[in-house]
């Protein structure tokens, strides 16, 4: 009998939580503490979320807080989160103690839009 193979796992697969895609029509709207807008929403998935930024965030492990506010349900999710990457204007971060109240609300915001990004 021949084994297979194992696999190398491509980066999707690596992934713990899947990526919702928001269409920039959304307008969901992520603003730092001090309420100014820091970009739109671009990504969200249950450990983090991509935001379209002009403003550059340094590579440290320093932790943000930021309001991500949904307009259409008036959902304001406050979320404290550290930089994971930054390619042109996209910038993703990484949760740091989501608390409870705020993973309920991230995850409505993720079922509103998860067909949408499908199509």
């Known amino acids: 009998m021949i084994k297979q193979m194992p696999t190398v796992p491509t980066t999707e697969e690596k992934r713990r939580f899947e990526r919702i895609d928001i269409r920039p029509e959304a307008q969901i709207v992520v603003l730092d503490k001090k309420g100014r807008k820091a970009g ?51 910038t993703g971060f990484e949760f740091v103690d989501l608390t409870p109240d705020s993973a309920v609300e991230v995850g409505v915001i993720i079922g509103k839009y998860y067909e949408h990004g499908k199509q």
Not at 44 to 61: M, N, T, V
């Open 40 to 90: 739109l929403l671009r990504q969200l998935a249950r450990g983090g979320f991509a935001i379209e930024s002009d403003k550059p965030y340094p590579r440290d492990s320093k932790v943000h807080e930021f309001t991500i506010h949904e307009p259409s349900e008036d959902i304001r999710v406050d979320v404290s989160a550290r930089l994971r990457f930054a390619e042109g204007n996209l």
